[in-house]
């Protein structure tokens, strides 16, 4: 299967602990998109990459919040001092291109519960 | 600023009924519009698009076009089955500034046997 990977699928956690995902794209896309999705609503836009560079940031991403990408290939979310709050399913989407036409594969997500 | 407003759900049909799934957007310039699919368990998948006023996106019995009049991108389909049950969301991509999705809240249908 060559899609966007996530790991883990799901990750439950305590209040205050760090936590880290991971996110493997189609190969050679060099777009990499994070997006985080509570329940009943739709996909909110965090931060993208184009290659190793980090070009935008949502105001959702909090100094909490710190993504990389180091070789241009997979990303890594990392959570610190999880709280309630953060509990959601975060989603990593790839794309090959930018401009009209731009179509983003998404992974399956990962789901964190933060008690 | 740019938003995607669907229409609420659950939207409950019996198989075979016509399917409409409403959505319009606010924007500023031309972006391209989508409508993603999640089943269960799953991720979001890409069901159908269009680029500019006018143009059809279709893809397995589903139809969306894209009207800048009424800024709008209503998902229908002609006999829904079963297995067309999920969560559809409506996306918009600005394609200059600020590149990304930017989704309704989605709704749900359900298709009853």
């Known amino acids: 299967d060559t899609g966007v990977s996530q790991d883990p699928r799901h990750k439950i956690t305590k209040r205050g602990q760090n936590v880290t995902f991971r996110c493997d794209p189609i190969?050679?896309?060099?777009?990499l998109y994070w997006y985080r999705q509570t329940l009943g609503q739709g996909p909110e836009f965090l931060t993208y990459?184009?290659?190793?560079?980090?070009?935008?940031k949502s105001r959702l991403l909090s100094d909490r919040f710190s993504a990389e990408r180091p070789k241009g290939s997979f990303s890594t979310l990392e959570i610190q001092r999880t709280e309630q709050g953060d509990s959601a399913m975060y989603l990593c989407?790839?794309?090959?291109?930018?401009?009209?036409?731009?179509?983003?594969?998404f992974g399956p997500g990962t789901r964190l519960t933060v008690l | 600023g740019n938003s995607v407003t669907q229409m609420e759900g659950p939207v409950t049909l019996s198989e075979e009924a016509f399917l409409t799934i409403n959505c319009t957007y606010t924007?500023?310039?031309?972006?391209?519009l989508f409508w993603y699919v999640q089943y269960p368990g799953e991720g979001l998948q890409l069901l159908l698009k269009?680029?500019?006023?006018?143009d059809k996106g279709s893809n397995k019995g589903f139809e969306a076009t894209y009207r800048k009049e009424t800024t709008s991108f209503h998902l229908e389909k002609g006999s829904v089955q079963v297995s067309d049950s999920a969560v559809y969301f409506c996306?918009?991509?600005?394609?200059?500034?600020?590149?990304?999705?930017?989704f309704g809240t989605g709704t749900r249908l359900l298709v009853s046997p």
């Open positions: 989407a790839s794309s090959p291109r930018t401009g009209a036409n731009n179509e983003q594969f």
């Open positions: 996306a918009l991509f600005r394609n200059t500034g600020f590149q990304k999705l930017v």
């Open positions: 990459f184009q290659n190793e560079a980090q070009l935008e």
């Open positions: 190969s050679e896309h060099n777009r």
């Open positions: 269009a680029t500019k006023a006018d």
């Open positions: 924007a500023t310039g031309y972006p391209s």
